[in-house]
């Protein structure tokens, strides 16, 4: 028995020195990370929630239920889906001449609050300490972004920005302004994102590496790695 626990031991100790040195290979090359930021780095419906709370509660006098009925979809549907709104007027049968007057006020609104995930400021210091030049390319338009940023206490940490204000992922000017800009080769780029088709699919077709944060930690090809959380990829970094 011991010594099939010693040699069982043995095969384990083996595949972590072998994944290691897999992951140190796959990070030999990078001198720059990018990064997506709604998703990724901060959760984007911690904040809408809170700026449509406030909102609605402002038009409370169209109805006491008003708020409530608007998150109860929001947390089931979930912050992108687009009739969260229409379906509460609808439900409580409010006109929806008041759109307009509730979308207006909303859009007034600023995110007081963000909320990043796990491990993300601890994950972004080691990669500074490391050496590594880091930077946000975002769909999001630099006067919401950069506010967000701000207020979630990450943005001084940072060496380059690029906004959708010109661009949208996947567009591959995105990654090409940034690989120029930073004077680096392709495969010296590691982007980091959640979404497959604007995000990774986007930075592989300029010859970039890729870190997909997925919720079944799926890894399609040797120039992507995968994780379930971004607390699971500082985890990663931590042991390489």
Known sequence: MGEGGDW????????????????????????????DADQTLIDESFSLRRRWQ???????HLSGKLTETFLSIFDSKGHQYKKH???????????????????????????????????VKDMLLLLR???????????????YQEHRLKVAGIYGLFDFFYY???????????FRRCIENERIKPHELLYVGDHFEKDI???LAVGAKT??????ATKI???????????????????V
């Open 164 to 174: 959708g204000d010109t661009h949208q992922k996947p567009d591959p000017t995105f």
């Open 8 to 35: 069982e031991r043995s095969d384990t100790d083996c595949s972590q020195r072998r994944l290691i040195m897999l992951s140190n290979d796959f990070l030999s090359s990078i001198k720059v990370v990018g990064f």
């Open 201 to 203: 699919e986007g930075a």
């Open 211 to 216: 870190c997909w944060i997925n919720k079944d």
């Open 54 to 60: 406030e909102t609605l509660e402002r038009f409370s």
């Open 221 to 239: 090809s040797q120039d992507v790695i995968a994780f379930k959380t971004m607390y699971n990829f500082y985890q990663w970094l931590q042991r």
């Open 85 to 119: 709104l229409s379906d509460t007027l609808w439900e409580l049968n409010i006109s929806e001449n008041h759109t307009d007057h509730i979308i207006n006020f909303f859009k007034s609104t600023r995110s007081t609050e963000e909320c990043l995930y796990d491990g």
């Open 129 to 143: 300490r490391r050496g590594f030049r880091i930077g946000i390319i975002t769909d999001g338009r630099k006067d």
